[in-house]
């Protein structure tokens, strides 16, 4: 049996991709554990899930801190504790520290509503991104799992999963569709790293 790895979790929100995650954890298709959840906000839906499940967290906020090494150094300290093997950003609307990418190198991916490298970069997150794929005359939006570097949405395309756009396509519809690909993609493209590793 090869051991899973140890996942870090990043969120801000309802944490829907991390749910998928945790679905692919108990079906099997997911060799993996998640050992913590880490958000910026107090308030995140994906923490509920995390107490349910009985997954440690921890709250992290920038302001916080005296200053960003004190912050990048508390966050690096969380992640040894919990002896975490990969970084999962799944709705984390924070710049991660530069010391962590460092100590993580092609450890740390992300997930984005759309086909990098169109429609990345400093805010397009949510609903900015499927507003900016209609506006465009785009044929096709969906979802891509990448590295995660010191540039928003930049470190290399490690999966990508297309749709196309329907005719009478909004921004909500859009951001529906495009999620349940997300949901699809994470966990496979997270299980191909995994392998990797061991």
């Given at each position: 049996?090869?051991?899973?790895?140890?996942?870090?979790?990043?969120?801000?929100?309802?944490?829907?991709?991390?749910?998928?995650?945790?679905s692919?954890?108990?079906?099997?298709?997911?060799?993996?554990?998640?050992?913590?959840?880490i958000s910026?906000n107090s308030?995140?839906?994906?923490?509920v899930?995390?107490?349910?499940?009985?997954?440690?967290?921890?709250?992290?906020?920038?302001?916080?801190?005296?200053?960003g090494?004190?912050f990048?150094?508390?966050?690096?300290n969380?992640?040894?504790?919990?002896?975490?093997?990969?970084?999962?950003?799944a709705?984390?609307?924070?710049?991660?520290?530069?010391?962590?990418?460092?100590?993580?190198?092609?450890?740390?991916?992300?997930?984005?509503?759309?086909?990098?490298?169109?429609?990345?970069?400093?805010?397009?997150?949510?609903?900015?991104?499927?507003?900016?794929?209609?506006?465009?005359?785009?044929?096709e939006?969906?979802?891509?799992?990448?590295?995660?570097d010191?540039?928003?949405?930049?470190?290399?395309?490690i999966g990508?999963?297309?749709?196309?756009?329907?005719?009478?396509e909004?921004?909500e519809?859009?951001?529906?569709?495009?999620?349940?690909v997300?949901?699809?993609?994470?966990?496979?493209?997270?299980?191909?790293l995994v392998?990797?590793?061991?």
């Amino acid at each position: 049996m090869i051991k899973p790895a140890n996942l870090a979790i990043f969120l801000s929100g309802k944490g829907s991709n991390f749910a998928s995650i945790l679905s692919a954890i108990t079906n099997g298709s997911l060799n993996a554990k998640v050992v913590v959840v880490i958000s910026n906000n107090s308030a995140a839906g994906g923490l509920v899930i995390a107490s349910k499940n009985g997954i440690p967290t921890e709250v992290l906020v920038r302001e916080n801190f005296a200053s960003g090494e004190d912050f990048g150094t508390t966050m690096l300290n969380v992640l040894k504790r919990h002896e975490c093997d990969f970084i999962a950003l799944a709705g984390y609307m924070r710049k991660i520290p530069s010391v962590v990418i460092r100590a993580f190198p092609k450890r740390i991916v992300n997930i984005h509503p759309a086909l990098l490298p169109k429609f990345g970069g400093k805010g397009m997150y949510g609903h900015h991104v499927h507003e900016a794929v209609i506006a465009a005359g785009e044929t096709e939006s969906g979802a891509t799992v990448h590295f995660v570097d010191e540039i928003y949405d930049n470190g290399d395309v490690i999966g990508q999963k297309s749709i196309p756009i329907n005719s009478d396509e909004t921004p909500e519809s859009l951001a529906n569709r495009v999620l349940e690909v997300e949901h699809q993609l994470y966990p496979e493209i997270l299980q191909q790293l995994v392998t990797r590793l061991n």
